[in-house]
């Protein structure tokens, strides 16, 4: 049988190598896998002015946990080095946005840089509310680069007691 190239192994020059795999009971069984020599793979850089091939900037997604408890929904993201002031937060019909920005104080050249994986600018979410809030009762702090924001419940199963009248 002909050891043909295949599609990855064209664009970068390698055959396909076989790897065996063996199960307690079933019988052999070959797998192939692509083994692309990446030396010869282009590597794309971003420079500091454009982000993207659109030149359309994203912004980066807050990870964030939401919660409820009896009386409330509470969201908690770690936003460590935002100061309050850039942080926005904003009620939409049923959707709460979170927006903000993670300044670097510091002007590092990339050449320097041996690993980069904090995420530093503009980062954004948005996150569709389970239930009804109070909006005039929502508070938000950071404390130790923690952003907790508590959404009151509205209170819609109030029991209320109906008296009965008599018409004669």
Not at 7 to 15: A, D, E, Q, R, V
Not at 104 to 120: A, L, P
Request: with cysteine.
């Amino acid at each position: 049988m002909e050891n043909k190239k295949s599609f990855f192994g064209k664009i970068f020059g390698k055959k396909a190598s076989k790897i065996e795999i063996k199960t307690s009971n079933a019988p052999r069984k070959e797998l192939t896998l692509e083994t692309p020599n990446l030396k010869n793979c282009p590597v794309k850089t971003v420079d500091e002015k454009s982000s993207d091939d659109w030149g359309t900037k994203y912004d980066g997604q807050l990870a964030i946990d939401v919660f409820q408890t009896e009386n409330e929904i509470v969201i908690k993201s770690t936003i460590a080095g935002v100061k309050p002031e850039d942080v926005d937060i904003t009620i939409d019909n049923d959707m709460i946005t979170i927006k903000g920005e993670r300044k670097t104080e510091e002007k590092i050249s990339k050449d320097n840089y041996f690993y980069q994986e904090c995420y530093w600018g503009s980062f954004s979410r948005s996150v569709i509310l389970p239930c009804e809030i109070e909006t005039d009762k929502i508070a938000a702090e950071i404390k130790n680069g923690v952003l907790t924001v508590h959404l009151p419940k509205v209170n819609k199963t109030k029991t209320r007691k109906v008296t009965v009248k008599a018409v004669s």
